[in-house]
Structures are given as structure tokens and as C-alpha cells.
């Protein structure tokens, strides 16, 4: 590798960090890196981020001018560069998609939307979220071997980052739930009180708690905490 692509890769990781580092909110940061992905290759080119969670495949992000049904038709299939790339952990690739026999049933939704080319890298953000940054061209050809490696090193830097990001919004989701928690009354407040000193917690992890129980019973949050504070108060009365 010259020192130019060294260079033009470290500018790449560069503005993904800038971009990524500065959002707090997952879709925002997905979005910049399909932005920042589909930058990759000269001419016509997309990029979508395809994430598997509990609830399956879906698309995260994606370039304007992406068809859903180049998208969808991978997820009811199982089959496509995307599914692949994150069955494989591995780059996968087509040059020219005209004369590749893969994805029988994917590729017909790919030469119909002008995609020529596409090349698709697996992204992993925590144990709980995986996925691929797929980038599509116009153009058969497009990817040199320096361009796959840069969508690599995006890929496994973004993971790392996003990993930050999806942290970020879950702190951020606890905070918000604890204070609407505690703004319902007194009862919640007290309850998670004594579950601090009980369990030796932060007022976070006493909430979860609390949360966790009302869901396992299927009672409102307000009903545990209020079972929770007459129980110690008859434990404490004379």
C-alpha cells in the first residue's frame, strides 16, 4: 500500500470517528456511516447497514435510491451478500453481479435497481447486535483491493464506536426512566431507597430491579414498589 492510501484511510477513520463519537443516538450514527461507506467508491454507489437483533434481520440505514426490495428480499430469502457477509464474519464480494450465479433469487432485484457490483463486511457492535455494511455500485469493477480493505477497517472501527453509541442511549434510557419513576410518587421513591440499602446498589440498578419484577408479575410498577415499602414497614412496626 502507498503512503497516498495509508493517508486517504486515515482521513477516512478520521471523519467516521468525528461523526460518530459526536451522536448519542444509534439511527444518527448508522446513518453516517452508510454515508461515510457509500463515499468509498468513485461514480454511482450506495451503502445500506443491515443489523440483526432479537426480533431478526432489518435494515438500519441505508442511501436514498435503495429499493426496499433490494434490501428486504435478502431477509426473507437468508440469502444475499448481506446475510452472507454476516453468517461468514468475512468480506464478501461480486465484481459483476451480470455474471455471478450467486443469490439466484437476490441478484434478479439487484441488476433491476442498476446495481452492478457489491461488497459486503460484517459490523459488530455488542453481543446483543451484529450486522454488515454493504456497499453497492453502478458500475462492475469498482472495488479494488484497497477498497475492500478500507470498508474492513471502517466496518470493525464504526463497531467500536457504535458499541460507545448504543451505551451512550442505554445510559441515557435509564436516567430518563429513573426520573419518571421516581416523579410518580413517593411510594416508587421509597421502594427503590430501600432496595439500594438492600442490595448495597445504585439507585439505577434498583430500578431494574424493581422494573424487572413488575414485568416478571405483570403489575404496574407502583403496585410492586408499594408491596415492597409495606412489607419492610410491617417487618419494622412493633
Known amino acids: 500500500m502507498t503512503e497516498l492510501h495509508t493517508v486517504e484511510i486515515a482521513a477516512v477513520l478520521r471523519q467516521l470517528t468525528a461523526r460518530l463519537i459526536a451522536s448519542d443516538d444509534l439511527d444518527e450514527a448508522l446513518e453516517d456511516l452508510a454515508e461515510t461507506a457509500a463515499d468509498l467508491v468513485e461514480g454511482a454507489s450506495w451503502c445500506a447497514v443491515t443489523l440483526v437483533r432479537s426480533g431478526g434481520p432489518s435494515t438500519a440505514a441505508a442511501s436514498s435510491g435503495l429499493p426496499e426490495s433490494l434490501l428486504d428480499s435478502q431477509y426473507g430469502s437468508g440469502a444475499g451478500p448481506s446475510m452472507e457477509a454476516i453468517r461468514a464474519r468475512d468480506l ?42 454493504t456497499v453497492y455500485t453502478a458500475e462492475p469493477g469498482s472495488f ?23 451505551d451512550r442511549g442505554r445510559r441515557a434510557d435509564v436516567h430518563a426512566e429513573l426520573t419518571e419513576a421516581l416523579a410518580d410518587g413517593e411510594t416508587v421513591n421509597r421502594a427503590v431507597g430501600i432496595m439500594m440499602v438492600q442490595r448495597a ?37 412493633p
Do not use: F, N, Y
Open 92 to 133: 464478501v464480494h461480486s465484481d459483476d453481479l451480470a455474471a455471478d450465479s450467486r443469490w439466484p433469487q437476490w441478484r434478479p432485484h439487484a441488476l433491476a435497481a442498476g446495481v452492478k457490483a457489491v461488497l459486503a463486511v460484517p459490523v459488530d457492535i455488542d453481543e446483543h447486535v451484529i450486522g454488515a455494511l
Open 144 to 166: 479494488t483491493s484497497d477498497v475492500g480493505l478500507t470498508a474492513m477497517l471502517v466496518a470493525e472501527h464504526a463497531g467500536l464506536l457504535l458499541s460507545a453509541v448504543l
Open 201 to 237: 446498589c445504585s439507585a439505577e440498578a434498583a430500578l431494574d430491579v424493581l422494573r424487572s419484577t413488575a414485568r416478571r408479575l405483570d403489575l404496574p410498577l407502583t403496585t410492586v414498589a408499594g408491596r415492597l415499602v409495606q412489607t419492610v414497614e410491617r417487618r419494622v412496626s
